[in-house]
Every structure is written in structure tokens, then in C-alpha cells.
């Protein structure tokens, strides 16, 4: 059973490979040396081909990392590198928390250090490249340092709780692990502004004139109590603009990309700001809490049912069985489950762009929408043509034209 376990796990990892690269060819069949019609009016010819080079450029190297990627752990798993290191933890400590903690320590570190030079790479050579990074050398030191220290104390935190429960609780631990992590889930929705994005990034409150005045005016016109309407210096990493909505209740804010006011007009960005409250409105935020907290339910429900079995260990080379081991196992076996439920949350997510962008269209204008949508795309030098499998399976937002098409109904 155990060798059975293992050759289906080498089997996901593999196809999971060939099947992403599968979507990179078909999506690679899209392009064109020429501007297609459809994009005309978007796209100019020099931008387009710009955007086509971004493209290849991405698709090659993620092919060679995730060609790496796939080597490395396949020789991991055949090697029998978990029972080395499993053996190495318990040279230090017996203790279910510390060897979870260490082993787990010792992994996330290792495939941090290896993915260096890739992120090296893609920021200061690919993204600087095209144009997109503002990244100094500093910024990147202090984020990956503070990514560390997130890392131990949030990461860290949890897992402990995590395999306390599992010793307090047996294979039941999944139900006290489940009403935990909702409850810090929540807890994240409604202060991760407040307590996490300021350790990055600077947030201030947009200044009193044009733009806010003309904020307030739509959010008191749809009925939407707006008092906090923040701006953040994205432009310190990348020239990329963005909009997000977070928190809940009178933690909810609006938090717009200095980049995004930098290169769009008023009425745009009253008109993307439309499409973040529509999200409110539609009660999204709220239905993709409760959609992810199933989804973590039936994860830890399953991780119960098959936590204590030492046929997972065993799978990995490792003869006595423990949590941490017991978790990477099912991870590997879970990965197909988890995509289906990717795929679907997905789906979601689509339909939940169109609803908002229709109560933007309906509340204030889809022209400006639009516009700025478009704007947005170019700047990103986003892929316009995208393969609709790759779409359907990765897509959390609609493409481009679908969306332009959509909001021509409101006209």
C-alpha cells in the first residue's frame, strides 16, 4: 500500500507538470506577430508586441523553474530525503511541536534560499526589463527579512496549535483546528490592514479634494458609509496599479495604488472604486469567507480521517509515523482535490467580477469602467487572448474583452 501511495503521489506531481505546461502551449497558440482585430482600439501595434515578448518571456521562465522544480523534489522523494530529515529532527527532539516546528523550519528555508536567484531574476531583470520594477535592493532585503519573521511567528503559531490539537484530540483534531483557523481567518479579514500591509507598505488617507469629494459623493449616493479611503505606495515596488476593498464592518476600507491615481482620470477611478463597492453590496467578501471555510473544513476533515495512518508516512520513506510527515503526505495526495476546488472557487470569482462590474455600470457608468479597465490591461501589458481552458482553470477574474462585452449592456 505504501509503495502504491507513493507512485500516486510521484503520478500528481508529474501530471500536474505536464498539465500546466499543456495550458502554457495552448495559450502560446494565441499569439500573434500581428495586432488581432478584436484588440484594435486597445492595443496599439508597438504595445501589443511588447505585451506578446512579456508573455514568452514569463512563459520561458516558468518553464525552467517549474521544470527545476519538478527535478528537485522528484530526487527528494526518491532519495528518500523526508526520512533523512525526519531522522536529523528527531537527533534534536522528541517533542511532537518542536519537530513539527523544526522540520517544517528547515523546509520552508531550504525552498526559500533555492528560489532566491529565481525571484532575483524575475524582479531585476524581467519585470525591470518591460519597465514594471521599482523594487531598490534594499526593499527587497527588508521584505524578505520581514517575510521570515511573518513566516515564524504566524506560521510557526499555527502549526503548533495545530499539532497540539492533534495531541490533545487524536484524528478529531480537525474540528478544533477548523472552528481555530475561522476564527483567525476573520480575525485576518477585518485588521489585516491595520496590522500586516503597514509592515510592508505605507498607507494614507487620500487627501481632501477632486478625487475623494467625488468618492464620497457616488458612496453616499449608493448608500455605502465609506470612512476610510486609503492610498498605498505600491510604486515602491512596481509601476503595476491595483484597487482592493478589505476588512469588514467599520474595519472595511478602500485602499487605492498610488499608481492607479497616477495614470487613470476622477471619473475612472470613481468608476473602479464602483466595481469594490459592488463587491460589498453583493455580499462577495462574506461568500468567499464562508466558501473558504468549507474548503478548509473538508481539507481538515480529511487530514483527520487520515492523519493517524502510518501508511502515509511509510509512503514517504519514513517507518514511524508523526504529524508532520502524516501532513506532507496528505498534501501531495490532496493536490487533485485541491485544484477541482481551485477550479470552482474560480468559477466563483468570475461571476462575481461580472456582478460588480454590472453594479458599477448601473450605480454610476460603464464607460469609465471601461476606460479604465483597459488602461489597467495595457499598462500590465496583460495577455488579451488567453486560451479559454486556461481561463476557466486559473482565471479568478474575467479576461479583458468578456468584460468589455458585458458592460456594453448597460449602455
Known amino acids: 500500500m505504501a509503495e502504491t501511495l507513493f507512485i500516486i503521489i510521484i503520478a500528481i506531481l508529474v501530471f500536474d507538470f505536464l498539465f500546466d505546461r499543456l495550458i502554457d502551449y495552448l495559450n502560446a497558440t494565441r499569439w500573434s506577430n500581428l495586432l488581432p482585430e478584436e484588440l484594435k482600439g486597445i492595443y496599439d501595434e508597438d504595445k501589443y508586441r511588447k505585451s506578446q515578448e512579456y508573455q514568452r518571456e514569463n512563459t520561458r521562465f516558468r518553464l525552467f523553474t517549474s521544470s527545476l522544480g519538478l527535478i528537485l523534489i522528484l530526487a527528494f522523494l526518491l532519495l528518500g530525503g523526508f526520512a533523512f530529515l525526519d531522522d536529523w529532527v528527531r537527533q534534536f527532539t522528541e517533542h511532537p511541536i518542536l519537530m513539527a516546528l523544526l522540520f517544517f523550519a528547515v523546509i520552508g528555508l531550504a525552498s526559500d534560499l533555492l528560489s532566491i536567484p529565481f525571484d532575483l531574476y524575475d524582479t531585476f531583470v524581467i519585470e525591470e526589463k518591460y519597465g514594471f520594477n521599482r523594487t531598490t535592493p534594499k526593499t527587497w532585503i527588508a521584505d524578505k527579512l520581514k517575510g521570515y519573521l511573518l513566516a515564524a511567528l504566524l506560521g510557526g503559531g499555527l502549526l503548533a496549535a495545530f499539532v497540539g490539537f492533534y495531541a490533545f484530540a487524536g484524528k478529531f483534531f480537525w474540528l478544533y483546528a477548523w472552528l481555530f483557523l475561522t476564527g483567525f481567518s476573520i480575525f485576518m479579514t477585518m485588521f489585516y490592514s491595520t496590522l500586516i500591509v503597514p509592515i510592508f507598505n505605507k498607507q494614507t488617507p487620500l487627501e481632501q479634494g477632486e478625487l475623494?469629494?467625488?468618492?464620497?459623493?457616488?458612496?453616499?449616493?449608493?448608500?455605502?458609509?465609506?470612512?476610510?479611503?486609503?492610498?498605498?505606495?505600491?510604486?515602491?515596488?512596481?509601476?503595476?496599479?491595483?484597487?482592493?476593498?478589505?476588512?469588514?464592518?467599520?474595519?472595511?476600507?478602500?485602499?487605492?495604488?498610488?499608481?492607479?491615481?497616477?495614470?487613470?482620470?476622477?471619473?475612472?477611478?470613481?468608476?473602479?472604486?464602483?466595481?469594490?463597492?459592488?463587491?460589498?453590496?453583493?455580499?462577495?467578501?462574506?461568500?468567499?469567507?464562508?466558501?473558504?471555510?468549507?474548503?478548509?473544513?473538508?481539507?481538515?476533515?480529511?487530514?483527520?480521517?487520515?492523519?493517524?495512518?502510518?501508511?502515509?508516512?511509510?509512503?514517504?520513506?519514513?517507518?514511524?509515523?508523526?504529524?508532520?510527515?502524516?501532513?506532507?503526505?496528505?498534501?501531495?495526495?490532496?493536490?487533485?482535490?485541491?485544484?477541482?476546488?481551485?477550479?470552482?472557487?474560480?468559477?466563483?470569482?468570475?461571476?462575481?467580477?461580472?456582478?460588480?462590474?454590472?453594479?458599477?455600470?448601473?450605480?454610476?457608468?460603464?464607460?469609465?469602467?471601461?476606460?479604465?479597465?483597459?488602461?489597467?490591461?495595457?499598462?500590465?501589458?496583460?495577455?488579451?487572448?488567453?486560451?479559454?481552458?486556461?481561463?476557466?482553470?486559473?482565471?479568478?477574474?474575467?479576461?479583458?474583452?468578456?468584460?468589455?462585452?458585458?458592460?456594453?449592456?448597460?449602455?
Open 212 to 411: 475623494r469629494q467625488a468618492i464620497e459623493d457616488f458612496a453616499s449616493k449608493a448608500g455605502f458609509r465609506l470612512d476610510n479611503i486609503f492610498v498605498i505606495d505600491g510604486s515602491k515596488r512596481s509601476s503595476k496599479a491595483n484597487a482592493y476593498f478589505a476588512g469588514l464592518g467599520a474595519k472595511k476600507r478602500i485602499v487605492l495604488y498610488d499608481t492607479l491615481i497616477q495614470e487613470h482620470t476622477t471619473e475612472e477611478l470613481v468608476a473602479v472604486l464602483a466595481h469594490e463597492v459592488g463587491h460589498y453590496k453583493k455580499k462577495h467578501i462574506i461568500k468567499g469567507m464562508v466558501v473558504s471555510v468549507l474548503h478548509t473544513g473538508l481539507m481538515l476533515y480529511l487530514l483527520g480521517l487520515f492523519i493517524n495512518q502510518p501508511v502515509l508516512s511509510m509512503a514517504l520513506g519514513v517507518e514511524q509515523s508523526s504529524f508532520h510527515i502524516g501532513i506532507i503526505a496528505f498534501g501531495l495526495l490532496y493536490s487533485p482535490v485541491s485544484t477541482l476546488l481551485g477550479i470552482a472557487g474560480n468559477w466563483m470569482s468570475r461571476k462575481h467580477e461580472y456582478e460588480a462590474d454590472a453594479f458599477a455600470a448601473h450605480e454610476y457608468n460603464p464607460t469609465p469602467l471601461q476606460t479604465a479597465l483597459k488602461k489597467l490591461s495595457v499598462n500590465n501589458l496583460s495577455n488579451l487572448r488567453p486560451h479559454p481552458l486556461h481561463v476557466f482553470i486559473n482565471y479568478s477574474h474575467p479576461p479583458l474583452l468578456q468584460r468589455l462585452h458585458h458592460l456594453e449592456k448597460f449602455k
